[in-house]
């Protein structure tokens, strides 16, 4: 396990830069809400222990506007003082932009946060999205069903908007308080997705 510093320690299984990333967005409620619209779209791998094996689908993301420090802040204290279902709850109701992978639906996007480096030229964005579970999950009764959240982090580099770049994804990911204060986040799969050839139109 990888331990990150940051406000207290985050404790995390699968241990990726996208979940660290997370953690620390949870923990110290980073990011001014800004307007924005901001386009997407890139290459989703599929996850490498999956079979039968699928080929590459085609991710878009749209982002309308990133989150506010005072809300992200407002979902810290519901995960600390309710718990993670009624962060479940307070994450459904809320909208910055939308995420579709392949020709399916389009879903829902909690919180949107930005960092840039104008030195270095870089941007990484970190995305935070209920996932949608299907009945069938719930009845079943497996561990997936706890599994509520859907994490995405792109890193663009250079300075234009047709620059390419990168990212990951964990498909399912449990968002947990420990006792000791900690943010802690497991994804369900072993490795997260990757996200090639990612491209900004807008």
Known sequence: MQQIAGQGDFEMKHSTKIAAAAATLLALGLAGAVQAREVYAGNLMPNTGSFPRTGA????????????????????????????????????KLEVGRLQVGTGLSYPIATAHVFEDKELSTRRLVLLIPRPIAYGEYTRGGRSKDYAYTLVELAMDGPGIDDGGSGEMLAAAKIELEKDGTVHIENLEAQPRRILKVTRSE
């Open 57 to 92: 689908q085609r991710i878009q993301i749209i982002v309308d506007q990133f989150s506010s420090r005072a809300e992200t802040e407002r979902l810290v204290e519901v995960l600390e003082t309710k718990g993670p279902r009624a962060l479940e709850t307070a994450m459904s």
